[in-house]
């Protein structure tokens, strides 16, 4: 199993579920009884008893606006997401429904990757109630996939403001700082993750993993080994290992790590790195050559594979192999120089989309095909109304065929989620 970031789904766990409902005051009488059993109804997705509650409470004039409440969770619960959002409109006007309501449209809104639309509506929510813990992860998570990290992090830090327990928040800002390389902040995140996350547990596991890595980024080869001790036997933590015994030169137990992770993952970099360094110390040259040139079918764009097969070849003195990767090594460093300093711009913006359109570009050209897909789909989420953005996303699916089977659809660019015109929000 390989340990990865998990972005704004980690976020989202406590507020995933039928309808998302959250919680207000309705005054003791019988019309809000009705409509708590109504409620109660739709977490059991007994759709038909929810929508004759609905239809019970439509007979009373201040009850209207929970009428519509109902029906859009119904709505909701059966995937039919634009007439729920009409219907989430519908109980805007009433000061008792109007935040669950705005709270129901921006999250249906954020499910449709509609990340402006969203936002508009979620910091709405978050003006009437600044306490509102789950349009606070909603909002750290649009935030965080149109790349507006900044943003992102000072929500995440509310959200542990109010839910000083819950290690989501903290871990995801662990990730953040970690992506923009910003390791001391990262590893202090990390461990204060560690701490709040459920003992004995995968996600325990997984942050233990990053923190190791934050670690050995900064070069605290003991402290990483002790970290990693918690983090599994996956091959990227085997690989990790490995790095760190082998800067404290402890090569036979490098060795060691680097060929069970290669076991369980052949073509894993950090390991074939570590093995092939193995390798040269026994004069194996040809045997590290072999495990670098395997490694780099799989992972053509990896500069350190690249620079490492130079220093071998050159060694053997095959020059002219070893300039070509070399030169091979500019190219990707240049476009990765390119592809950092344009993701640091949009650390504090939240409405350029042409630059993410020109980071999806570029992580593209460096084969990296879920990030571009993200870039481009952030794009498109914050920009419904333009045909650039989705004419981009379209043409990088039907390129990449295989991304279309594993991602979420495309956002659609005429749905009621993206125009506010036919929902009144």
């Not at 900044?150 to 542990?160: D, G, H, N, P, Y």
């Not at 204060?192 to 923190?211: C, F, Q, Y």
């Not at 240049?334 to 020109?358: I, M």
Request: glycine share 4%; net charge neutral.
């Amino acid at each position: 199993m390989k340990f990865t970031a998990k972005k704004s789904l980690l976020l989202l766990a406590s507020v995933a579920g039928i309808g998302l409902l959250t919680t207000f005051l309705l005054p003791a009488q019988a019309p809000a009884e009705l409509y708590r059993s109504g409620r109660a109804a739709v977490l059991k997705k007994d759709w038909k008893s929810a929508t004759s509650a609905a239809d019970r409470l439509q007979h009373l004039p201040t009850w209207k606006a929970h009428a519509a409440l109902l029906r859009g969770y119904v709505a909701r619960g059966r995937g039919q997401l634009n007439e729920a959002i009409l219907l989430f409109s519908s109980a805007n006007h009433n000061p008792a429904t109007r935040t669950e309501a705005y709270f129901q449209a921006g999250s249906i809104c954020y499910q449709q990757q509609q990340y402006s639309q969203a936002t508009l509506l979620l910091r709405q929510v978050l003006e009437w109630q600044p306490d509102h813990t789950d349009a606070l992860r909603l909002l750290a998570a649009s935030w965080y996939d149109i790349g507006a990290m900044e943003k992102a992090i000072q929500t995440l830090r509310e959200v542990s403001r109010l839910a000083p327990a819950d290690y989501r928040p903290v871990y995801m800002q662990a990730t953040i700082l970690r992506d923009f390389e910003r390791f001391e902040d990262a590893a202090l995140a990390f461990a204060e993750a560690a701490e709040k996350a459920p003992s004995n547990s995968t996600v325990a596991l997984e942050i233990h993993a990053e923190w190791g890595d934050c670690l050995i980024q900064l070069r605290r080869w003991e402290q990483a080994l002790a970290v990693l001790q918690k983090a599994g036997n996956w091959p990227d933590v085997l690989a990790l290992k490995a790095q760190a015994m082998y800067s404290l030169r402890r090569f036979d137990e490098a060795s060691s790590l680097a060929n069970q992770a290669l076991t369980l993952d052949p073509t894993q970099p950090d390991a074939v790195l570590v093995a092939a360094a193995t390798s040269e110390r026994r004069n194996q040259i040809d045997a590290g050559l072999l495990l670098l040139t395997n490694c780099l079918q799989k992972h053509p764009f990896d500069l350190r594979l690249h620079n490492r097969m130079a220093e071998l070849l050159a060694t053997l003195n095959r020059t002219a192999e070893a300039e070509q990767f070399r030169k091979q090594a500019a190219e990707i460093a240049a476009l990765r120089a390119r592809l950092s300093a344009a993701q640091q711009e949009l650390v504090r913006d939240t409405a350029t989309v042409e630059k993410r359109l020109e980071i999806a570009a570029v992580a593209e050209q460096l084969g990296e095909l879920k990030t571009a897909e993200q870039w481009l789909r952030a794009a498109a989420g914050m920009a419904p109304d333009q045909l650039a953005p989705a004419t981009a996303l379209q043409q990088f699916l039907q390129r990449h065929p295989t991304a279309q089977n594993t991602s979420n659809p495309a956002p659609a660019q005429n749905s009621a989620a993206s125009n506010a015109g036919s929902a009144d929000f």
